[in-house]
């Protein structure tokens, strides 16, 4: 069970979480003219890569926050975790 | 080419081998579990993704405690037999639930992927229109709603209705 | 029956205490700390099953976990278990055994007829040998393989016995307690480390039990004794026998198994049979130890051939002797020290060497003792068919291909010693790339990918002085980083005998013109001659060799086998050891009980379940419950002798005649505030929400990003910034995650809080046309009139004294209303609603009744909004706005969405009125047109309407819109129904909505 240090509530157990998927999609503005390409983009196409992953848990079953986390999909291995106003780097 | 599909990580397990006591493959939609019993007399069991992007073919013992929960619940004796072996494959989740099988628009190049955790049932079927595609050029009509397209065009499967969330299972 | 091998003295048992026990229907004794396995040999009983492919006669092999023979079928407390190992089971009074996979008796067996058969149960039988003629697999071959398939015989009774799980962290996990767990467990203990301590066996100690050494001028055995009360007595070690890590997953999780109860006849009270563990290590040492493989040779699956560690620890911890003509076959120092028992227990061994001329202390020793040495000797067969009779020896050349003349010598037992396999199961589950190590032919772990270490022989060090300065080090070490503590542990004097290198011979060669069954795996009948077939037949990945020929796949896990078969298919491939790789190690280490991997969640605990508040006035009620989630929700209210449509009936007719009342506490509600919370709901719903004045609700859809309805309901506003939600039951938990991923994800500008308040408020739903009569005796202070409190109106009032919110809101397409007050005055608002209620025929009505009033109004719900339906094919898209945007908006345009033919929402009536029509049912043009006949819509609800008193149901068909007044059939090929019906408008009753405003 991966081991998930909550960037407000530390260290915590992967069962109080729940997984948002990659963390890199962008939602398009609202309102915004916006092609098909780049809608479908958005909604269904993902990189789905094997190695450094960073995607989004919500800390379900404890501060209910948003968190970014990077992680290796090939080992499992996490390696940072930001919260939700932080930008990835 | 970038195609709607995410990989993901399913466990799966089998018990002790006992003497036959289930004769069909059995599976138990509300709980997500499948069981079904080896000619060795192992009882071959699954249900739930682990939930996350993964290639490492190596899941957490929580997801199999989730699926041999669900298991119990339906077939309470399962609780006296041991488990065996168990092991983590990596799935190929389609945005919709469905495979693609189709042609692309590079020659030559065909699509017959985004099984998620099903299609072993499927196969003949999925081999038989695939091999159809690729002789013939053009998808079969029993095919053609398993295009790539789709996902423009919102003709979509979605048969549980879960959306793009592939890791909802 | 007296134990008539059992030695006069020594073991570790109690002999104080005789157990009497039970196999295949036979009287036993034997003492407390026996294994079954050790108490039927004391007897002399050394046949004990058939095996599984050939039935082959099966004895004991090993002594522990690694055993693949001795199986049995467990009697215990009344129940009974298949597939236990009888060197594991430890002896309890009363305990009952039999034998598996024979009939009509273990002696005389008629499986063993494919004995004879063998010739067609090669390598990858599974696959091929039945295929053809194809129509023979269901008629003859495949109810063969059935009937031989298995091992014991499961119950199929529930469990009766509880499992409990239990979560812990800690700084060191040691996972064994042999010289390297107690001396690394120790130091780190004595700088104050947060230590576990598991052992896989009743005893602690591991080797130190059954070898000749001398730590701190006390037997290995009263080294371990004092290391384990001292360890007992610290407060920072939890030291556990009869407890297995079985796994090791990510991020430093281990998992192990402690059998509470499985040595007792039955478990206590109130305690669990097995505990699972789920632990935390910060570090992890795995002292292991190691197993030791076989020598293969011709027939050597007989009963009396055993492993050489497995005779000595009979006779070292349980005083039994394996033989009393002990042939040992060595390729290595350790055959000599289990000869040296039998020699010190009053009986001459044989010792046959592969090597020419070894020496060493321990050989010494042995020509001291005037034992029988042979040299450049091999068991070339095993001779004997329930048991070993005598042996067929040679001598082999130098270079090891050429045997000798043949001689038979008596025997009734062969123990083998084929050197040790590092135990690296832990280790290799953790991730770390193990190594082949030359001088044990062996793998070893090599680069760690988690905080493992490995200790001692589980690393390839064979030596107890080096394992014990190696432990302490380590010990010391990892918990130094943890607690700053250095308490140096002086290092204590160890005595052992030195042994020398062994030899790397494995596999005795075949003699000319004999083709003796050689044995890999012993349980699942793979013999050297299978794995030459798979890799004759292209098998090339040791992986795919495996599961073609189930090498090391049966319920040891090929602990024996493995590393001879690696070793077989490298000298057939020309490749190294290496090169060939080893297969993956994969959880659990030994078979884990189901149960206790499931723990306490079985039965009613399966899930958690919800109740209202009001629940138990329900069930004083008579209310029939219905799983709704995990909630318990009322079905309907049974009187007298009705059934659910009989009930459901009458509370549905009551409430469009006079009132009901229906409990919808469990409604998702999710309190919004904030200056910007207006702003959210526009973008989440896809109707407008700037201008909802305070005190007015409002009927929303939100869809997900794809343009699929994700969930409805209304949303009230409670005060300027201030938002009450509900949502379906289903959809509760979700939406909320929705919101708060666009709030802190999406829209962080936006200044809004949302939080949960399901369980906060209770919540009942009076709805008919006497609601309102109802209401002006609740509530005698507020103008509840349709100007007062109109349609999607709102006030704020008390009921008796409880603060109340009141909505005039409506499902059921009467004119209702939702009261909700905190979830403490559920009850009491309850209550007072019947009271008031009473003089206008109030009746409480459940969920059946509940469906059959939207059904019939065309109120979608779950069965509809499905997670595949958009605004249009719920008649919804008078919602969708089209100024503003919102999530999933831009899906709407697609081509599929829009399509002229696009499946639609209608009402379906069955033409003789009178059929009910299955839900899930299809919809067809023609009932008789040929399969594939094409599917235009399905029902996706039915009920039976109360207004028209007819089956109605609800459909969504394609084309709906240009569908009305169509004639139609539903097929359910499930309950074999054709039903010719005629389609209608979803809004069945009440079609211009005007009840709801009266």
């Known amino acids: 069970m991966l081991h998930i240090k909550c960037p407000h509530c530390g260290m915590r157990s992967q069962n109080e979480f729940s997984y948002g998927g990659d963390a890199t999609v962008k939602r398009p503005e609202l309102g915004k003219e916006i092609s098909d390409q780049d809608w479908n983009n958005f909604v269904y196409n993902r990189k789905s890569l094997r190695g450094k992953h960073w995607e989004l848990w919500q800390h379900l079953s404890g501060c209910r926050q948003w968190i970014k986390i990077q992680r290796d999909t090939a080992t499992h291995e996490i390696f940072k975790t930001l919260k939700a106003n932080e930008e990835i780097s | 080419m970038t195609l709607p599909i995410e990989t993901h990580l399913l466990q799966a397990c089998v018990s002790e081998p006992v003497k036959p006591v289930l004769d069909n493959v059995v599976t138990f939609g509300a709980g997500h579990f499948y069981i079904s019993q080896s000619d060795k007399g192992e009882m071959v069991m699954g249900g739930d993704l682990d939930g996350y992007n993964s290639y490492a073919q190596r899941g957490n013992l929580p997801t199999l405690q989730h699926v041999l929960t669900e298991g119990i619940a339906m077939m309470p004796f399962l609780s006296k037999l041991k488990m065996l072996r168990t092991w983590g494959g990596i799935m190929d989740m389609s945005m919709d639930g469905s495979p693609i099988i189709d042609k692309t628009h590079i020659e030559g190049l065909y699509l017959n992927c985004g099984w998620c955790y099903g299609g072993f049932k499927a196969t003949p079927a999925s081999g038989w229109t695939f091999a159809h595609t690729i002789a013939q050029d053009r998808v079969h009509d029993l095919n053609a709603g398993y295009s790539l397209n789709r996902f423009n065009t919102g003709h979509l499967l979605d048969e549980k209705g879960l959306g793009t969330k592939t890791w909802i299972s | 029956m007296t134990q008539s091998f059992r030695i006069e003295n020594g073991g570790l048992i109690n002999r104080d205490k005789k157990i009497s026990f039970k196999f295949n229907g036979k009287n036993f004794f034997g003492y407390e700390g026996d294994t079954l396995a050790s108490a039927l040999i004391a007897n002399g009983v050394h046949l004990i099953g058939r ?246 040779f011709g027939n050597n699956d007989t009963p009396g051939v055993m492993l050489s560690s497995a005779a000595k620890e009979y006779m070292k911890v349980y005083g039994v002797l394996v033989g009393r003509k002990p042939l040992v076959f060595t390729n290595n120092d350790s055959g000599y020290e289990t000869a040296i028992e039998f020699k010190k227990n009053g009986i001459d061994p044989i010792i046959l060497d592969t090597r020419k001329e070894p020496q060493s202390e321990i050989i010494e020793e042995a020509k001291s003792m005037n034992i029988d040495i042979k040299n450049s000797y091999v068991v070339v067969a095993a001779k004997g068919y329930k048991k070993v009779k005598s042996a067929d020896i040679a001598k082999i050349s130098d270079d090891k291909e050429e045997l000798g003349l043949i001689e038979n010598i008596d025997c009734d037992c062969i123990c083998v010693s084929g050197f040790w396999t590092p135990t690296i199961h832990l280790a290799s589950q953790s991730g770390n790339k193990t190594k082949f190590n030359e001088d044990i032919d062996a793998f070893v772990p090599g680069i760690s990918k988690q905080n ?288 708060e991923y666009y709030l802190q994800i999406v829209w962080p500008e936006l200044n809004v809080n949302v939080v949960s308040t399901t369980e906060q408020w209770a919540g009942a739903a009076i709805a008919g046309p006497k609601s309102r009569d109802v209401l002006k005796k609740l509530f005698p202070l507020v103008d509840v009139s349709n100007e007062g409190l109109p349609f999607m109106g709102y006030v704020e009032s008390e009921l008796f004294g409880a603060k109340a919110r009141i909505f005039r809101i409506s499902f059921s397409g009467e004119l209702a209303y939702e009261v909700n007050v905190e979830s403490d005055n559920g009850n009491f608002m309850w209550e007072k609603i019947l009271e008031v209620g009473e003089e206008f025929e109030i009746q409480p009505y459940g969920t059946e009744a509940l469906s059959t009033l939207r059904i019939e109004m065309g109120h979608v719900a779950g069965s509809e909004l499905d997670g595949r339906t958009i605004p249009y094919d719920n008649s919804l898209e008078g919602l969708v706005s089209k100024k503003k945007d919102f999530i999933g908006k831009r899906s709407l345009s697609r081509k599929a969405f829009i399509a002229e033919d696009r499946q639609k929402i209608v009402g379906v009536v069955p033409l003789d009125k009178k059929t009910s029509i299955p839900e899930g049912s299809h919809l067809v043009e023609d009932s008789r047109a040929p399969m594939p006949n094409p599917k235009i819509g399905y029902i996706s609800a039915s009920c039976w309407s109360v207004e028209y008193d007819n089956p109605f149901s609800l459909a969504i068909l394609k084309d709906g819109k240009n569908m009305i007044g169509k004639k139609l059939y539903v097929m359910s090929p499930l309950k074999n129904k054709v039903i010719p019906v005629e389609v209608v408008s979803s809004h069945y009753v009440d079609p211009k909505g005007e009840r709801v405003r009266s």
């Open chain 3, 452 to 739: 493992e270490k490995t200790l001692g022989a589980a690393n390839g060090i064979y030596t107890l002085e080096e394992t014990l300065i190696d432990s302490f080090e380590k010990g010391n070490l990892l918990s130094k980083k943890i607690t700053n503590n250095d308490n140096k542990i002086s290092f204590p004097n160890v005595v052992e005998k030195k042994s020398t290198v062994h030899d790397k011979f494995w596999c005795v060669p075949l003699p000319k013109g004999k083709n003796y069954k050689r044995f890999l795996d012993f349980q699942n009948d793979v013999a050297v001659s299978d794995i030459e077939i798979a890799l004759k037949e292209g098998y090339r990945s040791i992986e795919h060799v495996k599961r073609y020929t189930t090498l090391g796949m049966a319920t040891d896990q090929g602990k024996t086998s493995n590393l001879n078969g690696l070793q077989l298919v490298s000298k057939i491939e020309n490749k190294v050891v290496p090169s060939v790789g080893h297969t993956t190690f994969r959880p659990p280490y030994s078979p884990i009980s189901i149960g206790a991997i499931v723990g306490r969640e079985v039965g009613k605990h399966s899930k958690p379940t919800r109740k209202s508040p009001m629940h138990s006035w329900h069930e004083k009620n008579n209310a029939v419950f219905v799983d709704a989630g995990v909630w318990l929700r009322p079905r309907y209210y049974k009187r007298g002798n009705e059934n659910l449509f009989e009930a459901s009936k009458r509370e549905a007719k009551n409430v469009r005649k006079n009132v009901g009342v229906c409990d919808v506490t469990t409604l998702g509600k999710i309190d919004i505030k904030g200056p910007d919370a207006a702003e959210l709901l526009n973008r989440v719903y896809t109707n407008a929400w700037l201008k909802l004045p305070v005190g007015k609700a409002r009927y929303g859809v939100m869809l997900r990003e794809d343009g699929i309805v994700m969930d409805d309901g209304t949303t009230t506003r409670i005060s300027e910034n201030h938002y009450h939600m509900t949502t379906t039951t289903a959809q509760a938990a979700n939406v909320l995650s929705h919101l």
């Open chain 3, 51 to 296: 095996s599984f492919k050939y039935h082959r006669p099966r004895g004991f092999f090993g002594a522990g976990v690694d055993e693949p023979y001795a199986i049995v079928q467990l009697y215990r407390n009344g129940e009974t278990e298949p597939n236990i190992k009888a060197t594991e089971q430890e002896l309890f009074q009363g305990l009952e055994a039999k034998s598996i996979n024979c009939w009509p008796s273990v002696n005389f067996d008629v499986g063993a007829i494919n004995n004879l058969l063998k010739m067609f149960l090669p390598a990858g039988f599974y696959y091929k040998t039945f295929m053809w003629p194809k129509s023979f697999w269901y008629k003859i071959y495949e109810p063969f393989i059935r009937k031989a398939a298995g091992l014991g015989t499961a119950s199929i009774k529930h469990d009766k016995e509880r499992y409990e799980h239990k979560y812990e962290y800690c700084d060191l996990l040691i996972t064994g307690s042999g010289p390297s767990g107690l001396a690394s467990a120790y130091s780190a203990a004595k700088n104050g480390a947060k230590v576990i301590l598991a052992e896989d066996k009743s005893r602690f100690g591991g080797t130190l039990l059954t070898s000749e050494v001398n730590i701190g001028n006390q037997s290995g055995k009263d080294w371990a004794d004092s290391i384990i009360s001292e360890l007992k007595e610290m407060p920072n070690v939890t030291v556990k026998n009869r407890s297995q890590v079985f796994g090791y997953y990510d991020h430093n999780m281990l998992v192990m198994s402690e059998r509470i109860s499985d040595h007792l006849p039955k478990t206590k009270k109130f305690h669990p049979k097995q505990r699972l563990w789920y632990i935390r290590a910060k570090e992890v040492l795995i002292s292991s130890g190691s197993i030791e493989r076989p020598i293969v």
